[in-house]
Each structure stands twice: as structure tokens, then as C-alpha cells.
């Protein structure tokens, strides 16, 4: 009678078959997704996921007491601008608002002049010729109005994004928020894993979670066809005879020393 898959007794024969790897769980996971303290309770949490960038977000953000730490995101891709001050010289552009010649000091933003008492926010009319400015949706406003009407909130430190917006889980993230719990690195665009709710970069969630395959010692990942056979776990396409490389998917096979066999090989092959 053939013998059990995981047995690695040798020189006996077992018959494999084949399993498609579901969305992946690592050994002795219940499969329930935890919520960690920065994701909104009773919110859907996939167990993979990619990054997109995009600054249009609406709906409630998670409490600021993160499980990631609570040091303070930097904009470095920051959307503020500042207009350029240029002295009264020779030059005599056209201002952007009201179509007529600058004759004096003059402002330069967005590639265009503009006098200094014209350059205002577009919402409460103020001055930014000395403030920073965001452009939106063609209009001009100053920091603060962008910030207040605009501006996304970080799901992990409840501040203002000004910069560049990481969208996952159904929040929005400052870059430096949204990170690898094992390595602290910036998810950014990548594909991340959880794990009881903890974002994890694909290489430190294999590295940790991840099942290796006998074969080829890569991780199994969901989707690939894997089967079970002398205690361990392969890739379909790695469990081969060690002589000749004939698939034994859903074959009889042998083993010596934890080595497959095919049926040819098994009685002429010393290890």
C-alpha cells in the first residue's frame, strides 16, 4: 500500500496531489485579521494590498495613537510653493490676474508675474506674497486655507498631509506613516501583507510568515499549486525526481534520504 505523503520513510512509494495556495496564512494562523489601534474597528481589511497615490479622500481617520510609533511625519514631497521676489529692473512682464504691465518690484510663481498686492489666496483673499501657497484645481490658495479645506488627515498621526498621500486601507497616510512594521521602511507603491492587522513590506512578511518551497527554497505565495509530500511543502513544478527531473505530480514516487524518486530511478540510485 502507498505510503503516506509527509512520511519520509525510505524506500517506500507515495502518490502525491496537488493544492492551490489560497490567500496566504502562515502556520497556526486562525485566519481572523486583527485591528490594530490606527485601523477603524469594524472596517474590512484585506490580507494583501497595493499602495495607490491620490490626495482625494473623504470619510473619518483612525485615533492618533498608532501601533507604528508617534514620531512626526516631514513632507518632503510637500505641495506648498513660495512666489519669488524680483527687484524693479528692465523687465516689464504682464501680471497673471489683471492682464497689465508690471512696472516695479514684482512676484514670479507658477511661471508667471503677478504684482505683489494681486497675488492673494483665492479663499480669503490675504496677501501671499511672504506665505506659501497651494495651486488647486486651478485656483491659488494660501497654506493655511489649502490645509483647512483641502488637505487630507494622516489615518496614523491625524495631521494635515501637504505633501505626497499614500491611500491604503481605506485611509490616507503621510509617506513616513505608512511603513513596514519588521523594517520601518515607507511602503509607498509596493504590494504589503498583514498580519494581525500590521502592515508588512513582501519581503519581511515572506521572511517571518512566508512557507519556503523544498525545491527551490522560494516562498509559496497565494495562487501558486503546492502539494505536501516527505514532510514538506513544494511547488508543483519543483517536486521532480533528483535523477532526472521528471515531474512526479500526481505520481508514485520513492524517496532515499528525503530525495523523490521517480519509479525508474528508485532502485539504481545511492545517496
Same mark, same amino acid.
Given at each position: ?91 516689464? /512682464?504682464? +501680471?497673471?490676474? #489683471?492682464?497689465?504691465? $508690471?512696472? %516695479?518690484?514684482?512676484?514670479? !510663481? *507658477?511661471?508667471?508675474? &503677478? =504684482? ?35 488637505? /487630507?488627515? +494622516?489615518?496614523? #498621526?491625524?495631521?494635515? $498631509?501637504? %505633501?505626497?498621500?499614500?491611500? !491604503? *486601507?481605506?485611509?490616507? &497616510? =503621510? ?37 519556503? +518551497?523544498?525545491? #527551490?527554497?522560494?516562498? $509559496? ?51
Amino acid at each position: 500500500m502507498p505510503e503516506s505523503l509527509d512520511s519520509p520513510t525510505s524506500g517506500r512509494p507515495g502518490v502525491t496531489s496537488l493544492t492551490a495556495a489560497a490567500a496566504f496564512k502562515p502556520v497556526g494562523s486562525t485566519g481572523v485579521i486583527k485591528s490594530p489601534s490606527w485601523q477603524r474597528p469594524n472596517q474590512g481589511v484585506p490580507s494583501t494590498g497595493r499602495i495607490s497615490n491620490s490626495a482625494t479622500y473623504s470619510g473619518s481617520v483612525a485615533p492618533a495613537n498608532s501601533a507604528l510609533g508617534q514620531t512626526q511625519p516631514s513632507d518632503q514631497d510637500t505641495l506648498v510653493q513660495r512666489a519669488e521676489h524680483i527687484p524693479a529692473g528692465k523687465r516689464t /512682464p504682464m +501680471c497673471a490676474h #489683471c492682464n497689465q504691465v $508690471i512696472r %516695479g518690484p514684482f512676484l514670479v !510663481a *507658477l511661471g508667471k508675474s &503677478w =504684482h505683489p498686492e494681486e497675488f492673494n489666496c483665492a479663499h480669503c483673499k490675504n496677501t501671499m506674497a511672504y506665505i506659501g501657497f497651494v495651486e488647486e484645481k486651478g485656483a491659488l490658495y494660501c497654506e493655511l486655507c489649502y490645509e483647512k479645506f483641502f488637505a /487630507p488627515e +494622516c489615518g496614523r #498621526c491625524q495631521r494635515k $498631509i501637504l %505633501g505626497e498621500v499614500i491611500s !491604503a *486601507l481605506k485611509q490616507t &497616510w =503621510h509617506v513616513s506613516c505608512f511603513v513596514c512594521v519588521a523594517c520601518g521602511k515607507p511602503i509607498r507603491n509596493n504590494v504589503f501583507h498583514l498580519e494581525d492587522g500590521e502592515p508588512y513590506c513582501e519581503t519581511d512578511y515572506y521572511a517571518l510568515f512566508g512557507t519556503i +518551497c523544498h525545491g #527551490c527554497e522560494f516562498p $509559496i505565495e497565494a495562487g501558486d499549486m503546492f502539494l505536501e509530500a516527505l514532510g514538506y511543502t513544494w511547488h508543483d513544478t519543483c517536486f521532480v525526481c533528483s535523477v532526472c527531473c521528471e515531474s512526479l505530480e500526481g505520481q508514485t514516487f520513492f524517496s532515499k534520504k528525503d530525495k523523490p524518486l521517480c519509479k525508474k530511478h528508485a532502485h539504481s540510485v545511492n545517496f
